[in-house]
């Protein structure tokens, strides 16, 4: 079974509105960390936000939060107010425990926003 | 802040050529990874380190092999490439520490084999 799964190859948004990307994962392990990260067209891996399994609060950095629903293994990025710059590939990262800090990643999603 | 290096940023080899992707980081990170990326899937683990002298395999580790003699460098070879091998390759490393310290990646060496 795949650890992390991405079901949206593609999205489209309009320029100035919310989008949600999905994530669900799926571990047995109790503690473990769920990463994402943006890779535009130029091919970097830009780290964006993190959640721990055991943190109580939803992570957020600036545009970015995390819509993390631990009974459904679910760990979605909403993006607010799109920009023309975020368009990029964006991935869906799980660290486990005993992975010696090692990331599984999705298949990732294709953002296109649109002006 | 150099971050993580990576070298070269493309390469074109033909099947049966060796040859070693550069890494180096100057973040004294501990953890020190090798992933590839191919089209339409995420990254995937080739070979990782947890310290110097230390080297594990990841999720696909065949055709490749690695060393880590400093904390600073960690050069992947391919001993003999093949057609298969070719992809986007991404080293990356993070601290050794609890909770959500990031892998920091390089940007990323473009590998052809003909």
């Known amino acids: 079974a795949q650890k992390i799964t991405q079901t949206q190859p593609g999205m489209f948004v309009q320029e100035k509105e919310a989008v949600t990307l999905d994530c669900t994962y799926d571990t047995s392990d109790p503690s473990y960390g769920l990463f994402w990260y943006k890779q535009p067209s130029s091919g970097e891996m830009i780290f964006l936000i993190y959640?721990?399994?055991?943190?109580?609060q939803n992570a957020t950095e600036g545009r970015y939060s995390l819509n993390f629903q631990k009974a459904r293994k679910s760990a979605n990025l909403v993006i607010s107010a799109s920009q023309l710059g975020d368009s990029a590939m964006y991935f869906c990262a799980m660290r486990e425990s005993g992975s010696a800090r090692q990331l599984t990643f999705g298949s990732g999603t294709q953002l296109t926003v649109l002006p | 802040n150099a971050g993580v290096t990576q070298t070269p940023k493309f390469q074109v080899l033909k099947t049966g050529q060796s040859m070693t992707l550069q890494c180096a980081q100057d973040m004294n990170h501990e953890y020190m990874s090798w992933y590839r990326q191919d089209p339409g899937m995420g990254l995937r683990l080739i070979h990782y380190s947890v310290g110097a002298g230390i080297t594990d395999q990841g999720e696909v580790p065949n055709g490749y092999n690695v060393s880590r003699s400093t904390t600073e460098d960690f050069p992947l070879r391919l001993l003999s490439a093949a057609p298969s091998q070719t992809s986007v390759y991404f080293c990356?490393?993070?601290?050794?520490?609890?909770?959500?310290?990031?892998?920091?990646f390089g940007d990323g060496t473009r590998l052809s084999i003909l």
């Open positions: 959640q721990g399994s055991y943190d109580q």
């Open positions: 990356a490393s993070s601290y050794g520490g609890q909770g959500g310290s990031p892998q920091h």
